[in-house]
């Protein structure tokens, strides 16, 4: 299989982080895409939407979408399931995904219009409409810390991947001291090896 990628995005951590864990990283061919230009110039040949990740299976099928492929991934393996068949657990894990992405969402567009815009068209409350959905959103999971707890299943991956993009666009937010139950969770989660070895170097950025 291959990979479309580039490094920062959290949701190809969150594949690449998956593939990893589960341990079929290595029927994996990562494409590190080098730049915007490139992603903007290759990604539409194999998703309409022209975004990463997508995965080319090797019957040639590509599937796109964080989502999609990761639940592919999961029949992939015999190990503990990353989404739990029918049952409150899936609904439970689901939902989490999708507010850690949407987290990842809003830090992609706050980041655009205030890092790559001429500074006279940067427009702040367009910026801290995003952020504040991204306070709502930790300071929510802060709330119900106990759905981190337990087995890695797409869920909490997914905070882990939406905290880890959200601290190198955003450094300085200082959610950490807002949400401590939290950001201990999210150190102890960047021990695993899968995080580590997805971890992007800022100084590349
Ligand atoms: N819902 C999609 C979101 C993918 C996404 O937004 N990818 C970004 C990179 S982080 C992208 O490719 N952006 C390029 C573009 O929008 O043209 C998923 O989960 O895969």
Not at 154 to 172: E, K, M, Q
Request: proline share 7%.
């Amino acid at each position: 299989m291959k990979l479309y990628a580039r490094p920062a995005s959290p949701f190809v951590r969150k594949v690449r982080v998956m593939a990893r864990e589960i341990g079929i990283d290595n029927q994996i061919d990562e494409i590190m895409l080098k730049s915007p230009d490139e992603m903007m110039s290759e990604m539409p040949k194999h998703n309409p939407l022209g975004k990463i990740p997508a995965l080319i299976l090797d019957d040639g099928t590509t599937l796109y979408d964080s989502r999609v492929i990761c639940e592919y991934l999961d029949t992939r393996h015999d190990g503990p399931k990353f989404f739990p068949a029918d049952s409150a657990e899936r609904w439970q894990t689901l939902l989490l995904q999708a507010l850690a992405d949407g987290i990842g969402e809003a830090v992609i567009i706050a980041s655009m219009n205030k890092f790559m815009r001429p500074d006279e068209f940067i427009y702040e409350p367009a910026v801290d409409f995003q952020l504040e959905k991204v306070e709502r959103s930790l300071a929510d999971i802060e709330n119900g810390i106990e759905i981190l707890h337990g087995a890695l299943t797409i869920g909490p991956l997914s905070v882990a991947c939406a905290i880890g993009y959200t601290n190198f666009r955003f450094p300085d937010l200082g959610w950490q001291e807002r949400n401590p139950k939290l950001s201990a969770w999210f150190e102890s989660c960047c021990e695993r090896p899968a995080m580590q070895a997805t971890h992007f170097d800022m100084s590349a950025k």
